[in-house]
């Protein structure tokens, strides 16, 4: 696999730090790196205030700059690494789109500026989740932390390239692997509510531990190096995700695509992961069926 590390970049101390995090992948991997700024020209300019032309001039040349800047933080990493810069007039989201066409990785910092000002912030960060043709990595926390890899595995098919991708980095970095399932049984607890004798999870929670087992089973004799350990809890994954991202070098979750995430992320839970979680997050999109 050739296609290069695509990351975003604009000049903040959080797109910073995704270059650093994903120069160590490209040496890691020995994948080749791609640089990114994409800046549209403000729509709406008063009129005889700022002219358009001279805005996209000072946009390309602050844009220019940020490039620079990052070249410095990969060479910081790595004197080998040559990295591509990419300078473009477009709109954020359709651009990482297009970019992800062609990339192993799409990075992303946490917090950004100009052009990439409020791209994790609501339906943007759900948009190009669900848009993206590669895994998304949001890259999240102060220091690089070198713990397992933690995958969320629902039980479905939405779970299947997260699965493959954990595996796959939990490989290369030769960590282990904590494979999550979390469940509820809203229906029973309703039911059960108000009754004198303790509830009987224990059927529900052996069925967990089955679907689990299945959706391991085949990747576990591809990555017979990697070490997992199977997690079931009764909780909603959210928290069951958090609780285990606290020590990860990275938390891997699935979407389904189509602009809106599904399965285990649905709602709240992936953008409360993409906010809160205090290592890297990828989003790994599996292609709809229809």
């Known amino acids: 696999m050739t296609h290069p590390i695509v990351v975003g970049v604009d000049g903040s101390p959080s797109a ?3 270059v650093r995090w994903a120069s160590e992948e490209a040496v890691r991997r020995g994948l080749p790196l791609r640089l990114v700024n ?19 001039k000072a ?56 052009g990439f000002t409020g791209l ?24 690089p932390v070198h713990g397992p890899v933690v995958v969320g595995v629902d039980g479905t098919t939405t779970s299947e390239d997260a699965v493959a991708f954990a595996f796959a980095e939990a490989s290369v970095h030769g960590a ?31 069925r967990a531990y089955e679907t689990l087992g299945e959706r391991l089973a085949g990747w576990q004799e591809k990555y017979p190096e990697v070490r997992v350990v199977r997690e079931v809890v009764r909780d ?16 891997v979750v699935g979407t389904r695509g189509r602009g809106d995430l599904q399965g285990l992320v649905l709602g709240s839970t992936g953008q409360h ?18």
């Open 16 to 18: 910073l730090q995704a």
């Open 38 to 56: 994409a800046h549209a020209t403000p729509i709406g300019l008063p009129g005889g205030v700022a002219d358009p032309v001279v805005v996209e």
């Open 59 to 114: 946009l390309r040349k602050q844009g220019k700059h940020w490039l620079h800047e990052a070249r410095r933080i990969v060479h910081d990493v790595s004197g080998d690494l040559r990295p591509d810069l990419l300078l473009m007039t477009a709109s954020v989201v359709p651009a990482l789109v297009d970019e992800s066409l062609n990339a192993s990785l799409l990075v992303l910092g946490t917090r950004g500026l100009g």
């Open 120 to 143: 994790l912030i609501g339906s943007t960060a759900v948009s190009l989740a669900g848009r993206a043709h590669c895994p998304l990595v949001v890259v999240r926390g102060d220091e």
């Open 176 to 206: 282990d692997l904590v494979a999550v399932h979390a469940w509820a049984d809203t229906v029973l607890d309703t039911v059960l509510l108000g009754r004198s004798e303790p509830p009987d999870f224990e059927p529900a929670q052996q």
């Open 236 to 251: 909603h994954p959210s928290r069951a995700l958090l609780r285990h991202a606290g020590g990860a070098r990275l938390v």
């Open 273 to 290: 992961l993409l906010h809160h979680a205090p290592c890297p997050v990828a989003v790994v999109r599996t292609e709809p069926d229809s």
